[in-house]
DNA sequence: TAGATTGTTAATCGATTAACAATC
DNA sequence: TAGATTGTTAATCGATTAACAATC
């Protein structure tokens, strides 16, 4: 299989998320037009996109959304549960222990870890929250594939790095910074502040623009 | 002045990052060369991406750090104070009331709103939790500039359909769903689910690739 | 002045869009 | 079969990298 272009690998869960949608309206089929129309993107691209993986359509008649679903589903890993701790039990940890959708899509998130011992030993809707203390072995005996890192920037790196040598091989950063890690393993970034910046470049540039 | 390019928008928050770490760390100058080592790019494409917005450097000697730091906060918007209400008053919305670092870089977060009536009244670190029907009085009353959107879909588009009447334009949404809006609005999704999609993505890509 | 490093043009690379033959 | 729509090649567009003259 060559090597699939990021840009492609982000728009995936966008039209998963379209199918879904269309499968949960009852709707049995799409045209790459028909949905390109619906997420304000190019019928090309959409079947461009696909066809990396294999042609999932059929000509004259279009994609199956139902098939067209799993096979996107599949592509993105949500055939296979997955374990994840989250590290900090912040309120933007717990926001993401409190979200049911996870648990629909095989995201297993069986504890929580924080410092505070006013949080330590409470739980969430579902996982309990434990002491960071517990986290290396907690790790290593329940076989975690993912870790949420949802806490200041300062500890994360540290945590991170003991985590690897634990054998953590993914991490979902929530902290304001680029991990430092070395070796073949995946980080994910979610740098809120950033996306917020972004939106006030879009603001200011604007009104900057309204002053001309 | 032409259109800037959504990448390179996309990395301004980032350099302004590294460059604040820069700063604290008292350092004066910093060349491309250097920049682009630490921050794992090239160094021509920080060079393009300044040039977008004017000369900031000096040839045979770099750029200054706190001064390139000043002009690229001052392109994302961050010296004039933004007005931002959030939606939704779960953790997720209490996650971003309660970052500090919004503060200091002029964010002012003067109200949550939510419909539970055992969240009504209180209070997170600095701001109140208000009845959503009082929202839209609240935001045409307060010259509210951003609205947060930290709720289920379902109600989300509906609020920013009101929202956007009330005269607001620019939102920050993590609502799973894209808004459907017209006009001249801005917004800046976070789709966490997404984003957690590309990590299980990259996960069983690798383990597709081991397997062979 | 000599050395360093920017600003900027040109070359390359990659991603998106258009077009159309294949085929259901 | 005729119509529709894919899969895929070719053309275009845009973004990144390389190179180097300008200049501090």
Chains 1, 2 share one sequence.
Not at 95 to 103: L, Q, R, S
């Amino acid at each position: 299989m060559n090597k699939i272009s990021k840009a492609v690998i982000s728009r995936l869960p966008r039209y998963y998320r379209y199918l879904d949608e269309l499968r949960t309206q009852k709707i049995e089929r799409v045209s790459s037009k028909e949905l390109s129309e619906m997420m304000n993107v190019t019928a090309s691209q959409i079947r461009q996109d696909l066809n990396n993986f294999g042609g999932f359509g059929q000509q004259g008649y279009g994609y199956n959304v139902q098939y067209l679903y799993d096979e996107i589903g599949k592509l993105l890993g949500l055939d296979t549960p997955h374990k994840m701790v989250i590290v900090g039990a912040g309120n933007l940890g717990q926001a993401i222990a409190n979200y049911g959708n996870f648990k629909n899509r095989g995201f297993q998130i069986t504890a929580l870890f924080d410092k505070n011992p006013n949080l330590i030993g409470t739980k969430t809707s579902d996982a309990e929250i434990m002491d960071i203390e517990c986290l290396y072995d907690y790790v290593k005996e329940n076989q975690v594939e993912i870790v949420a890192l949802t806490l200041p920037k300062e500890p994360a790196r540290e945590i991170a790095e003991k985590l690897v040598a634990c054998g953590i091989k993914a991490f979902w950063n929530f902290a304001h910074t680029d991990l430092k890690i070395s070796g073949d393993i995946i980080v994910e970034n979610v740098h809120l502040s950033e996306s917020l910046m972004k939106l006030t470049y879009r603001i200011s540039e604007k009104r900057n623009h309204n002053e001309e």
